[in-house]
């Protein structure tokens, strides 16, 4: 995991099966899974346990998800993360504007704050680059099957938040949605 590859199918499986019939059995009648499935074969396996609804894919700006993810911190304290990355990025290619402040922490975990192993913009570009080899597939299955709602990010939590809910809205039924992250 800190060399930013992908866990073994079988594992994620299984824990996903047991996950889902402990839902099931408490009465729960949606979810959401968030980065899962990432391999075709991960859909294929998916689609023999549960139905999807609608599959979420949020999209970002590779140079911003970069500098996002090498922001990241986490307190060695209290286990809260933070991310000290200031992202204002223009629309000076006639693209819009992507603004992004930093979540600081606390004067308490200042001076405790790490990074994560992860966190190298070598092992974020290995993630990209694997992403791109096996996860687009995955978007293409759902996008085919009419399930597939792209939605940029264009700012931080507060600013996206509100417009992400607006996205799903039309998605979702009287009943019970399930949703699945890309």
């Given amino acids: 995991m800190n ?4 866990l073994p199918d079988e594992i994620v499986l299984e824990l996903l099966a ?9 009465g729960e009648s949606g979810f959401i899974l968030d980065g899962f499935p990432r391999t075709r074969s991960q859909v294929e396996a998916l689609d023999r346990i549960t139905d999807i609804d609608l599959v979420l ?22 286990g809260t993360n ?10 000076d290619d006639g693209g819009p504007r992507i603004f992004m402040p930093p979540l600081l922490p ?24 694997l992403y791109a080899e096996e996860c687009k597939p995955v978007e293409d299955y759902y996008r085919a099957q009419g399930k597939l709602l ?3 990010v ?8 509100p ?7 039309p998605f979702l039924p009287e009943e019970s949605l399930s949703v699945a992250a890309a």
Avoid: Q
């Fill in 3 to 6: 060399e930013g590859k992908l």
């Fill in 154 to 161: 264009m700012g931080g939590i507060p600013e996206t938040w």
């Fill in 150 to 152: 792209d939605f940029d």
């Fill in 106 to 129: 606390p004067p308490s975990c200042a001076d405790k704050l790490t990074v994560r192993a992860d966190d190298t913009e070598d092992v974020i570009r290995a993630r990209l680059n």
């Fill in 163 to 169: 417009k992400l809910l607006d996205a799903v809205k």
């Fill in 82 to 91: 933070y991310n000290v990355a200031n992202i204002d990025v223009g629309g």
């Fill in 18 to 26: 047991k996950r889902l019939e402990t839902g099931t059995a408490a």
């Fill in 57 to 78: 894919n949020l999209r970002l700006r590779e140079d911003v998800l970069i500098m996002k993810c090498m922001g990241r911190r986490i307190c060695s304290g209290c």
